[in-house]
């Protein structure tokens, strides 16, 4: 059974830093062809996608990121500890929302778009952003 948890939200002043983490458990970070993804929802607002990584053959790795996010947040992976990452620097008070890790295998190519292509979800960690 495969279970994602995250953890690592709190509240930050705006302008800070935090750092989220993703533990997989029953799925390997060092098969090919999978993507694991950070998706955040805000109250009254659709789950968006903010950052997402997909591995190919030989642990070629490819990032996306969305606009709203670019240069100021940084997706790993921690393959041996089956970790994923969130790094966010800069935060604004529009980045507050519940943020959630996301996973699927069997990908060709690049990362799906979109929430419904991922097939395994953690429960979400709050993060908050005070001005």
């Known amino acids: 059974q495969i279970q994602l948890v995250e953890s690592g939200g709190g509240t930050v002043q705006a302008g800070g830093s935090l750092r989220l983490s993703c533990k997989a458990s029953?799925?390997?970070?060092?098969?090919?062809?999978?993507?694991m993804a950070w998706f955040r929802q805000a109250p009254g607002k659709e789950r968006e996608e903010i950052a997402s990584?997909?591995?190919?053959?030989?642990?070629?790795?490819?990032?996306r990121y969305a606009d709203s996010v670019k240069g100021r947040f940084t997706i790993s992976k921690d393959n041996d500890a089956n970790t994923l990452y969130l790094e966010m620097n800069n935060l604004r008070p529009e980045d507050a929302a519940i943020y959630y890790c996301?996973?699927?295998?069997?990908?060709?190519?690049?990362?799906?778009?979109?929430?419904?292509?991922?097939?395994?979800w953690g429960q979400g960690t709050q993060v908050t952003v005070s001005s």
């Open positions: 029953g799925y390997s970070f060092t098969i090919s062809g999978y993507c």
């Open positions: 996301a996973g699927t295998s069997g990908v060709i190519g690049n990362c799906p778009v979109g929430s419904g292509g991922f097939a395994f």
């Open positions: 990584i997909y591995t190919a053959l030989h642990s070629v790795e490819t990032t």
